[in-house]
């Protein structure tokens, strides 16, 4: 061992020895020492080292289990490091040798939450005592105390337990802020908790999301009276409650529905559950398998649900269902509701066609799955969970026979993986063959995954060949990592040849290779194209064989013939995935004909799998792209690798980035066509992220704002050669909030310091100078165009104010409507010491004192008589518009920033944050305005991208309208948020319906109380 892997110092002598002999057998001694030493570090943990590790000298089996851990996991490492309590509350092996019920979870959660500090918040209880919890069971894995079936038992019933604690403290504290939801009988009314995926089934693993549906028993009015008794009714029958109690009740007049009330309860529990704290998120949440998803309601009735299943069901939801189970709140709420669904789920007569759409959708869902499980197929078959072959093979070949068959025999209807797959063999639906093998093969796959998720909890690949590798081969009984790999991809191609016969995959891409064999568009051919999602298959093939010949070259036709055919199968399944395939096919036709040499073209997409899938998909998504790629294939080259790459996120690492792309560009072209050319390029990798998923649409607000102000910055370097000290740039608007969209003009205000410019006429040049460069259309590019008419007396004043010009119009002249223009304001160029001085000046107008009821009415009726001047421009102008929940934000501000200075801020999300956290926004409140903004903003962006007008809100044309839902849902399925949602166009309407009635309902609730605190 080196010196820097050395035991920790409070093992010495014979200690020593024994530690250092047990590390020796670890994979990884060196960092299994130095981890060691990292949870040792802390003084407390020093007597817990006597008594717990060591009999006088002699080592405890507790400190080989101890060793054997940490050689396995990093993230293990860092809890116990982060909490040292996590450790010293274990004291012999034995801590790890029983199994768990909730009883015992209950009892245990109930002391985490008993220690809880003073000033320590209730969610600090549940994630102690969830990770103490996670250790526990992993240590049980790594020493194989218990099978997968029983620990991923475990995990979700430590779940449900902490999803009823935190359900039971959220109720509390709405019960004090809008009264109680009561029966006629006294019996309070209370939310059911189900859950689906594999909490559902009781297989959680230690990463899982929690998949959640909230339902409420019925409708009525909450209580107000003697709110205090009924709170104390409520921890009495509650216990979990108690801790971190609130005793004051918020001041009402009246009672609420119980929809609003059961909906600030599923709001509190999300927060409490799923937003960081000192020790990470207790659990991620994900609500899109309600009703409706997104669009719906969080909180439904049961009749409500039962009624939108009966009449709007999607064969997905019946897969989803038969996981679904009670996992907290209103027990018999809950599971009446399961008994009424089961004849939605579950059909008693199934005929052929039943079982061919079953099959045909089932597959699609899985091999769309599939496609997102890796970059290429390497990375993909090295995922177990959504690789070819993976977890999801499996489930999926499962809940198959469920949905089929449920209705015939009951008894495969509910129950874990492991249940029902057995329960399917002895119901005579799988041979032993098939029975043994994906049982076992389950069990093996959940193992490693267990193990992956230990070193990284977000992660579902077998790590590279490597020294983690080998770690995780021998934590599993291999000799090596090259063992467990054969292992596994054997294990994997059997699973992913059982799914392929059972829901037929090879009949389909027979079907494809034979396309370009006939002379004419056969029947069965022609299905096959319109299963791709073809609406005009004829034409599609005309295209094809248009492919296969080139005219000029008419010796190379043979090659072309094969090479396309070579690539056809997988064309066809990206441009399946695509928002359009059509529009994704006319992307591909126009660069293989735009591409002098088309056999190299097609050699190289033979070769490059991941470039056929991004020119597809990009292309389909977005006409400006389409031609970018189709006239410079080395730029879709470049991108495809550039999209997988985070843009830059400040503005020094955007010129490094222009500096490293610019030193192998042409020199002969001038400064600005360089950096209109690089802007081109910088603004086609941000969108092609936005696009695929990779960024949302608030990342890609802050790269498309990094961008400009690096253009921005690097145009004023170019333009402002000579006498621009004294001259101050701020943004407003927009760009002001750091919230650019792909159509955003640049709203500045440009100053000059008269003190270091006496005379205007240089500063109107240097302005003047800048505006033409930034916004200049040429065959090279454009920058951003700049609007300046936010400046003191508009567009009628010189284009340059002096600096004590506009302080003094402002505090003469100043309109409401320029301190809500100004609460935007934010310093982008200048003497850092004078901009911000300036900044200061000018917010010290905007919020010289707190806005009164005249000046909120006048906001108000400035909102509304936009609305009716700019009535077309629905998106933005509209009722629940976007201006809503800006006027919402920046009147929050000019009633409260005077006496609250944290709350300004000019970035509207940032902004709800701060109103919430006054209390001048409810949670819901809140969060129904955020989730509105973003999902108003990200339709405003991608219809930029389809070349149609985003403030005009969602289009009318329903071919349009289909391909905005294809985007959106390219974007869903490829995107690292977990909680994205598949959309139809209904779900979509249903969405945009319901954001805005929620957001003008806000709106108008808001300005009715002049802002004051709920």
Same mark, same amino acid.
């Given at each position: 061992?080196?010196?820097?892997?050395?035991?920790?110092?409070?093992?010495?002598?014979?200690?020593?020895?024994?530690?250092?002999?047990?590390?020796?057998?670890?994979?990884?001694?060196?960092?299994?020492?130095?981890?060691?030493?990292?949870?040792?570090?802390?003084?407390?943990?020093?007597?817990?080292?006597?008594?717990?590790?060591?009999?006088?000298?002699?080592?405890?089996?507790?400190?080989?289990?101890?060793?054997?851990?940490?050689?396995?996991?990093?993230?293990?490492?860092?809890?116990?490091?982060?909490?040292?309590?996590?450790?010293?509350?274990?004291?012999?092996?034995?801590?790890?040798?029983?199994?768990?019920?909730?009883?015992?979870?209950?009892?245990?959660?109930?002391?985490?939450?008993?220690?809880?500090?003073?000033?320590?918040?209730?969610?600090?209880?549940?994630?102690?005592?969830?990770?103490?919890?996670?250790?526990?069971?992993?240590?049980?894995?790594?020493?194989?105390?218990?099978?997968?079936?029983?620990?991923?038992?475990?995990?979700?019933?430590?779940?449900?337990?902490?999803?009823?604690?935190?359900?039971?403290?959220?109720?509390?504290?709405?019960?004090?802020?809008?009264?109680?939801?009561?029966?006629?009988?006294?019996?309070?009314?209370? $939310?059911?908790?189900?859950?689906?995926?594999?909490?559902?089934?009781?297989?959680?693993?230690?990463?899982?999301?929690?998949?959640?549906?909230?339902?409420?028993?019925?409708?009525?009015?909450?209580?107000?009276?003697?709110?205090?008794?009924?709170?104390?009714?409520?921890?009495?029958?509650?216990?979990?409650?108690?801790?971190?109690?609130?005793?004051?009740?918020?001041?009402?007049?009246?009672?609420?529905?119980?929809?609003?009330?059961?909906?600030?309860?599923?709001?509190?529990?999300?927060?409490?559950?799923?937003?960081?704290?000192?020790?990470?998120?207790?659990?991620?949440?994900?609500?899109?398998?309600?009703?409706? @998803?997104?669009?719906?309601?969080?909180?439904?009735?049961?009749?409500?649900?039962?009624?939108?299943?009966?009449?709007?069901?999607?064969?997905?939801?019946?897969? !989803?269902?038969?996981?679904?189970?009670?996992?907290?709140?209103?027990?018999?709420?809950?599971?009446?509701?399961?008994?009424?669904?089961?004849?939605?789920?579950?059909?008693?007569?199934?005929?052929?066609?039943?079982?061919?759409?079953?099959?045909?959708?089932?597959?699609?869902?899985?091999?769309?799955?599939?496609? +997102?499980?890796?970059?290429?197929?390497?990375?993909?078959?090295?995922?177990?969970?959504?690789?070819?072959?993976? *977890?999801?093979?499996?489930?999926?070949?499962?809940?198959?026979?469920?949905?089929?068959?449920?209705?015939?025999?009951?008894?495969?209807?509910?129950?874990?993986?492991?249940?029902? *797959?057995?329960?399917?063999?002895?119901?005579?639906?799988?041979?032993?063959?098939?029975?043994?093998?994906?049982?076992?093969?389950?069990?093996?796959?959940?193992?490693?995954?267990?193990?992956?998720?230990? &070193?990284?909890?977000?992660?579902?690949?077998?790590?590279?060949?490597?020294?983690?590798?080998?770690?995780?081969?021998?934590?599993?009984?291999?000799?090596?990592?090259?063992?467990?790999?054969? &292992?596994?991809?054997?294990?994997?191609?059997?699973?992913?040849?059982?799914?392929?016969?059972?829901?037929?995959?090879?009949?389909?891409?027979?079907?494809?290779?034979?396309?370009?064999? +006939?002379?004419?568009?056969?029947? +069965?051919?022609?299905?096959?194209?319109?299963?791709?999602?073809?609406? &005009?298959?004829?034409?599609?093939?005309?295209?094809?064989?248009?492919?296969?010949?080139?005219?000029?070259?008419?010796?190379?036709?043979?090659?072309?013939?094969?090479?396309?055919?070579?690539?056809?199968?997988? $064309?066809?399944?990206?441009?399946?995935?695509?928002?359009?395939?059509? +529009?994704?096919?006319?992307?591909?036709?126009?660069?293989?004909?735009?591409?002098?040499?088309?056999?190299?073209?097609?050699?190289?997409?033979?070769?490059?799998?991941?470039?056929?899938?991004?020119?597809?998909?990009?292309?389909?998504?977005?006409?400006?792209?389409?031609?970018?790629?189709?006239?410079?294939?080395?730029?879709?080259?470049?991108?495809?690798?550039?999209?997988?790459?985070?843009?830059?996120?400040?503005?020094?690492?955007?010129?490094?980035?222009?500096?490293?792309?610019?030193?192998?560009?042409?020199?002969?072209?001038?400064?600005?066509?360089?950096?209109?050319?690089?802007?081109?390029?910088?603004?086609?990798?941000?969108?092609?992220?936005?696009?695929? @998923?990779?960024?949302?649409?608030?990342?890609?607000?802050?790269?498309?704002?990094?961008?400009?102000?690096?253009?921005?910055?690097?145009?004023?370097?170019?333009?402002?050669?000579?006498?621009?000290?004294?001259?101050?740039?701020?943004?407003?608007?927009?760009?002001?909030?750091?919230?650019? @969209?792909?159509?955003?003009?640049?709203?500045?205000?440009?100053?000059?310091?008269?003190?270091?410019?006496?005379?205007?006429?240089?500063?109107?040049?240097?302005?003047?100078?800048?505006?033409?460069?930034?916004?200049?259309?040429?065959?090279?590019?454009?920058?951003?165009?700049?609007?300046?008419?936010?400046?003191?007396?508009?567009?009628?004043?010189?284009?340059?104010?002096?600096?004590?010009?506009?302080?003094?119009?402002?505090?003469?002249?100043?309109?409401?409507?320029?301190?809500?223009?100004?609460?935007?304001?934010?310093?982008?160029?200048?003497?850092?010491?004078?901009?911000?001085?300036?900044?200061?000046?000018?917010?010290?107008?905007?919020?010289?004192?707190?806005?009164?009821?005249?000046?909120?009415?006048?906001?108000?009726?400035?909102?509304?008589?936009?609305?009716?001047?700019?009535?077309?421009?629905?998106?933005?102008?509209?009722?629940?518009?976007?201006?809503?929940?800006?006027?919402?934000?920046?009147?929050?501000?000019?009633?409260?920033?005077?006496?609250?200075?944290? *709350?300004?801020?000019?970035? !509207?999300?940032?902004?709800?944050?701060?109103?919430?956290?006054?209390?001048?926004?409810?949670?819901?409140?809140?969060?129904?305005?955020? &989730?509105?903004?973003?999902?108003?903003?990200?339709?405003?962006?991608?219809?930029?991208?389809?070349?149609?007008?985003?403030?005009?809100?969602?289009?009318?044309?329903?071919?349009?309208?289909?391909?905005?839902?294809?985007?959106?849902?390219?974007?869903?399925?490829?995107?690292?948020?977990?909680?994205?949602?598949?959309?139809?166009?209904?779900?979509?309407?249903?969405?945009?319906?319901?954001?805005?009635?929620?957001?003008?309902?806000?709106?108008?609730?808001?300005?009715?109380?002049?802002?004051?605190?709920?």
């Amino acid at each position: 061992m080196t010196d820097s892997a050395l035991p920790p110092s409070c093992f010495t002598g014979a200690r020593l020895t024994s530690v250092s002999q047990m590390l020796a057998e670890c994979r990884n001694p060196e960092i299994s020492c130095v981890r060691l030493g990292r949870i040792l570090q802390a003084e407390s943990t020093h007597p817990w080292v006597e008594r717990a590790l060591f009999e006088a000298d002699k080592p405890k089996p507790l400190l080989g289990i101890l060793c054997r851990t940490l050689s396995q996991s990093e993230f293990l490492t860092f809890i116990l490091e982060r909490e040292p309590g996590l450790l010293t509350s274990f004291e012999s092996d034995h801590d790890f040798s029983l199994s768990s019920s909730r009883e015992v979870y209950e009892k245990e959660l109930h002391q985490h939450l008993a220690s809880l500090g003073p000033s320590e918040p209730f969610r600090l209880g549940l994630a102690r005592f969830r990770l103490h919890e996670v250790f526990r069971i992993a240590v049980r894995d790594i020493t194989r105390k218990a099978s997968i079936e029983i620990l991923s038992r475990e995990l979700s019933d430590l779940a449900d337990v902490i999803l009823q604690a935190a359900y039971e403290r959220a109720y509390a504290d709405t019960l004090m802020a809008l009264g109680a939801p009561r029966f006629h009988n006294g019996d309070f009314a209370e $939310l059911a908790i189900l859950s689906l995926g594999k909490h559902g089934s009781r297989e959680l693993n230690f990463s899982s999301d929690l998949d959640l549906i909230f339902l409420a028993p019925a409708e009525g009015r909450t209580e107000l009276e003697n709110r205090q008794a009924t709170y104390s009714e409520w921890l009495a029958q509650h216990p979990y409650a108690r801790y971190k109690a609130e005793s004051h009740p918020s001041a009402r007049t009246r009672g609420t529905e119980f929809e609003t009330f059961f909906t600030e309860v599923g709001t509190r529990l999300i927060e409490l559950i799923s937003e960081p704290g000192g020790l990470g998120i207790v659990y991620r949440i994900d609500m899109r398998l309600r009703p409706e @998803g997104a669009a719906g309601p969080l909180v439904r009735t049961v009749d409500s649900a039962l009624q939108y299943y009966q009449n709007w069901g999607q064969r997905w939801e019946r897969q !989803a269902l038969t996981r679904a189970r009670v996992s907290a709140g209103g027990r018999d709420v809950g599971e009446a509701f399961l008994g009424e669904v089961e004849d939605f789920i579950f059909r008693k007569y199934v005929d052929t066609i039943e079982v061919e759409e079953t099959l045909r959708d089932m597959r699609n869902l899985r091999m769309r799955s599939i496609t +997102q499980a890796g970059s290429d197929a390497a990375s993909r078959r090295r995922n177990v969970k959504n690789g070819p072959g993976g *977890i999801r093979d499996i489930e999926f070949l499962v809940q198959a026979v469920q949905v089929l068959y449920g209705g015939q025999f009951p008894e495969l209807r509910r129950g874990a993986l492991f249940e029902i *797959i057995r329960r399917i063999h002895q119901s005579g639906l799988m041979g032993e063959k098939d029975y043994t093998l994906l049982s076992e093969a389950y069990s093996f796959l959940r193992k490693v995954e267990h193990r992956v998720q230990m &070193d990284d909890m977000q992660k579902y690949h077998l790590p590279p060949p490597g020294p983690k590798l080998e770690v995780l081969a021998a934590s599993l009984g291999y000799s090596n990592g090259a063992a467990l790999e054969e &292992d596994l991809f054997s294990t994997m191609d059997q699973v992913h040849a059982i799914f392929r016969t059972v829901f037929r995959a090879d009949e389909e891409e027979e079907a494809v290779g034979k396309i370009l064999d +006939q002379p004419t568009l056969s029947a +069965q051919a022609a299905e096959s194209l319109r299963s791709f999602g073809f609406r &005009d298959p004829e034409s599609i093939f005309r295209s094809l064989q248009g492919l296969a010949e080139d005219p000029e070259a008419p010796h190379l036709n043979s090659k072309l013939r094969r090479l396309l055919k070579a690539i056809l199968p997988r $064309l066809l399944s990206a441009l399946r995935d695509t928002p359009s395939p059509e +529009q994704g096919w006319r992307a591909f036709e126009a660069t293989c004909h735009a591409t002098p040499a088309r056999s190299t073209f097609l050699s190289i997409a033979e070769e490059n799998p991941q470039l056929i899938s991004f020119l597809v998909t990009v292309g389909a998504a977005s006409p400006y792209l389409s031609s970018l790629l189709s006239s410079a294939l080395p730029l879709g080259e470049e991108l495809v690798s550039l999209a997988t790459t985070a843009p830059p996120t400040s503005r020094q690492e955007a010129a490094e980035s222009f500096r490293s792309w610019s030193a192998n560009a042409n020199h002969v072209a001038s400064d600005l066509s360089l950096l209109r050319t690089w802007r081109v390029r910088a603004d086609a990798q941000i969108a092609s992220r936005f696009v695929l @998923g990779l960024s949302d649409i608030s990342r890609t607000s802050m790269d498309i704002t990094t961008l400009a102000e690096f253009c921005l910055d690097r145009c004023i370097d170019l333009t402002w050669e000579q006498g621009r000290e004294g001259m101050l740039v701020f943004g407003l608007g927009k760009l002001g909030g750091a919230e650019l @969209g792909f159509a955003s003009d640049l709203d500045l205000m440009i100053l000059y310091d008269s003190e270091r410019i006496p005379d205007s006429e240089p500063a109107q040049r240097l302005a003047s100078d800048l505006t033409v460069a930034m916004g200049a259309r040429l065959p090279e590019g454009r920058l951003f165009p700049v609007d300046v008419r936010l400046r003191p007396h508009g567009k009628s004043a010189p284009l340059v104010p002096s600096v004590d010009g506009a302080l003094g119009y402002y505090r003469e002249e100043g309109q409401t409507w320029e301190r809500l223009a100004l609460s935007r304001l934010r310093p982008i160029w200048g003497d850092p010491q004078l901009v911000n001085r300036i900044r200061d000046e000018l917010l010290a107008w905007v919020f010289s004192s707190p806005a009164d009821e005249a000046v909120l009415a006048e906001v108000k009726g400035m909102r509304l008589r936009i609305g009716k001047e700019k009535h077309e421009q629905i998106l933005k102008a509209g009722p629940g518009g976007l201006l809503d929940v800006e006027f919402i934000a920046q009147a929050g501000q000019l009633r409260w920033g005077t006496d609250h200075p944290e *709350i300004r801020t000019p970035n !509207a999300i940032r902004s709800l944050e701060a109103l919430r956290d006054l209390d001048v926004l409810t949670h819901t409140q809140a969060h129904a305005l955020m &989730d509105g903004y973003l999902f108003l903003r990200e339709i405003e962006n991608r219809l930029h991208l389809l070349d149609k007008s985003g403030s005009r809100g969602l289009p009318q044309e329903a071919q349009t309208l289909e391909h905005l839902v294809g985007c959106l849902n390219t974007a869903a399925k490829r995107s690292t948020d977990t909680l994205r949602e598949t959309l139809s166009v209904e779900s979509l309407l249903q969405r945009d319906s319901a954001h805005r009635a929620r957001i003008r309902a806000i709106f108008d609730e808001t300005f009715e109380r002049g802002f004051e605190k709920v």
